[in-house]
């Protein structure tokens, strides 16, 4: 079969990289499709190159924007490739704009090409509406024709959504796939020493959701929230390019123990989080990477589209809403909880290093030639 694969933003690589993989490995031929969503080296082509992924075969080019102008963007410029390219299928991943542009696109060329459209990590729902990614996931998988999902609680949401069961596979969760195959050389590098750390005796922090770092106000609550954690627990914090502007704004962040750094590449990241003793983050994949090694997460949102890795992983939600003590008191629960044993045991269900393999059998046991019927809604 032919199978493009679209590629947007940073949390999107690592998912594609393995199913890339495990789809040549059975002969398929793919095209791969970047957006063009993040551009800057560290949040793009560094992660192509920790992944060895091919260059991709189309770049849009799309850069930076509101929503609707990214978004636009990926459907005018998306559409030509997919009408030359003609795949059988048409794979996106996560919930970025990137995502619902390139399905919506699909959606509305399929029934004259008959491309079938199969999204990865489906079924995901903060029910918080106020979150673009929640649009993206609920569109997504309304105009897809094939649910891949990562966890068992998917199903059931997407069923409360009227979609037919018959639609959803449950793959696990490819970006453990990528995060398996590349920790022991990560951890190989001691990444950490590069920071000034040791093993063990640091906490790592993310930050980017825009309800978190795009009003002064709440950025303030979680740098003084950080600063008060640091002096337990010295911190390592890669900054988001969307962070880094707001901090400029705001004017502070940075201290002895807590150690603002330029944005890291997935394996340093992977080694990084493996090394840790903590993480404190806003970011999906981190919660579930932290949760498929044991390491103990504390995650600064509201609600997570994720509850499995707090019911049977390491991860747990800070208090609501977000406070300098909630998130102080948090921090010393999951620190005494410490790391998880049992870690890297594939469990959640599918979080085993395989899932990429069962992604490629579920597009070919989905039955291409029925392309021009889509599987029923
Ligand atoms: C996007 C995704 C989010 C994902 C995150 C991971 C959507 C709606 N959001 O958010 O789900 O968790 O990626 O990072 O798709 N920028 C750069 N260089 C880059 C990329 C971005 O400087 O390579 C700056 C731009 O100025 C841009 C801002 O960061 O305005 C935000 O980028 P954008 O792609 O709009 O959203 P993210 O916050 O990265």
């Not at 929230?225 to 390019?241: D, N, Q, R």
């Not at 590449?265 to 919660?287: E, F, H, K, N």
């Not at 010393?332 to 069962?358: E, M």
Request: aromatic content about 4%.
């Amino acid at each position: 079969m032919k199978i493009l694969l679209v590629a947007g933003a940073r949390p999107n690589f690592m998912k594609v990289a393995p199913i890339l993989t495990a789809l040549r490995a059975r002969g398929h031929e793919t095209v791969l499709v970047h957006t063009g969503q993040h551009f800057d080296p560290a949040m793009s082509d560094s992660f192509f190159h920790d992944l060895g992924m091919p260059a991709p075969d189309h770049s849009l080019g799309v850069g930076s924007g509101t929503h609707a102008e990214q978004t636009a963007r990926v459907i005018e410029r998306f559409d030509p490739v997919l009408v030359a390219e003609r795949p059988d299928w048409v794979v996106v991943v996560g919930d970025v704009n990137s995502t619902i542009a390139a399905a919506l696109v699909a959606a509305k060329r399929r029934p004259e090409l008959g491309c079938r459209i199969a999204h990865v990590e489906a079924g995901l729902r903060s029910n918080d509406w106020s979150m673009p990614e929640e649009v993206n996931r609920v569109l997504t998988d309304q105009v897809s024709d094939l649910l891949l999902t990562h966890s068992p609680e998917a199903r059931p949401m997407l069923l409360r959504e009227g979609i037919n069961p018959v639609r959803v596979v449950e793959v696990g969760n490819v970006m453990i796939d990528s995060l398996f195959a590349t920790i022991a050389r990560a951890d190989g590098e001691y990444p950490w020493e590069r920071f000034g750390f040791r093993r063990g005796e640091y906490g790592l922090v993310t930050l980017h959701r825009p309800s978190n770092v795009d009003t002064p106000e709440q950025l303030a609550i979680l740098v003084h929230a950080l600063e008060a954690v640091s002096k337990i627990l010295p911190l390592l914090w890669p900054v988001h390019p969307r962070t880094r502007r707001q901090l400029d704004l705001l004017g502070g962040g940075a201290g002895e123990r807590l150690k603002l750094v330029e944005p890291v590449g997935y394996r340093d990241m992977a080694g990084l989080l493996d090394g840790c003793r903590l993480v404190l983050t806003d970011s999906g994949g981190l919660q579930e990477e932290s949760t498929a090694l044991g390491v103990p997460c504390v995650t600064l949102r509201e609600s997570t589209e994720r509850p499995i890795t707090v019911t049977e992983g390491s991860n747990r939600l800070a208090p609501w809403p977000l406070t300098a003590e909630g998130i102080l008191e948090a921090t010393q629960a999951a620190l005494a909880a410490g790391r998880q044993v049992g870690s890297r045991s594939g469990k959640p269900f599918g979080w085993d290093g395989q899932a990429a393999v069962r992604v490629a059998q579920a597009l070919e046991e989905a039955k291409v030639e029925d392309a021009r019927c889509p599987l029923p809604r």
